[in-house]
T-cell receptor, first 118, second 114 residues
Framework: GAVVSQHPSWVICKSGTSVKIECRSL??????MFWYRQFPKQSLMLMAT?????????EQGVEKDKFLINHASLTLSTLTVTSAHPEDSSFYIC??????????????FGQGTRLTVV | DAKTTQPTSMDCAEGRAANLPCNHS???????VYWYRQIHSQGPQYIIH???NNETNEMASLIITEDRKSSTLILPHATLRDTAVYYC???????????????FGKGTLLTVNP
């Protein structure tokens, strides 16, 4: 099956700094990737849709200047949390769909990145 | 996408079948039923999906009622590693484009006990 890899798996940063999270499709090209955030004991919340070669589409309430998304290639999307604060501490997950494939395989998710801002 | 309702939690004995229900009474004719699961601190994993016929794969079986207003995910022989949150999602099928975002509800926490 298709593999989506996130890096890093976990990161601790100081308040006010920026953190970059990478999402890679290892054996397929993904024109579209999705970024989710999950707080403890809560469900996944979609933050934005990342489109290769164009601007990301953000969900309502998500600050696009704080959560910068870059999808410069067909296998890599990055999420940068700028000026991180403790309330940004969360589990960030990306997903990608194999293009031109029927829905039989669904979407593939990365393993997630645990961000802790201290 | 149609809203789904799942029990908050369920328990199952190891080796027994786990039957996870999902209500989707407002599902429309072109919406599929998808099941994902999320083991603690990992990304979600696709399990199975269906439109109106029952489906089976190496992981599970999906039983959809004739009126499509509810479905049941069956793990035939649950193991301790099946302990996870199981999400039932209904959405319109899309084989391409950017409309493949998934809306997750709260899911069912299945605990498999030894």
């Amino acid at each position: 099956g298709a593999v989506v890899s996130q890096h890093p798996s976990w990161v601790i940063c100081k308040s006010g700094t920026s953190v970059k999270i990478e999402c890679r499709s290892l054996d397929f090209q993904a024109t579209t990737m999705f970024w989710y955030r999950q707080f403890p004991k809560q469900s996944l919340m979609l933050m934005a849709t990342s489109n290769e070669g164009s601007k990301a589409t953000y969900e309502q309430g998500v600050e696009k200047d704080k959560f910068l998304i870059n999808h410069a290639s067909l296998t890599l999307s990055t999420l940068t949390v700028t000026s991180a604060h403790p309330e940004d501490s969360s589990f960030y997950i990306c997903s990608a769909k194999v293009p031109n494939r029927a829905n039989s395989l669904g979407a593939f998710f990365g393993q997630g990145t645990r961000l802790t801002v201290v | 996408d149609a809203k789904t309702t799942q029990p908050t939690s369920m328990d199952c004995a190891e080796g027994r079948a786990a039957n996870l229900p999902c209500n989707h009474s407002t599902i429309s004719g072109n919406e599929y039923v998808y099941w994902y699961r999320q083991i603690h601190s990992q990304g979600p994993q696709y399990i199975i999906h269906g439109l109106k016929n029952n489906e089976t794969n190496e992981m599970a079986s999906l039983i959809i009622t004739e009126d499509r207003k509810s479905s049941t995910l069956i793990l035939p022989h649950a193991t301790l590693r099946d302990t996870a949150v199981y999400y039932c999602i209904v959405r319109v099928s899309s084989s391409g484009g950017s409309n493949y975002k998934l809306t997750f509800g709260k899911g069912t926490l299945l605990t498999v006990n030894p």
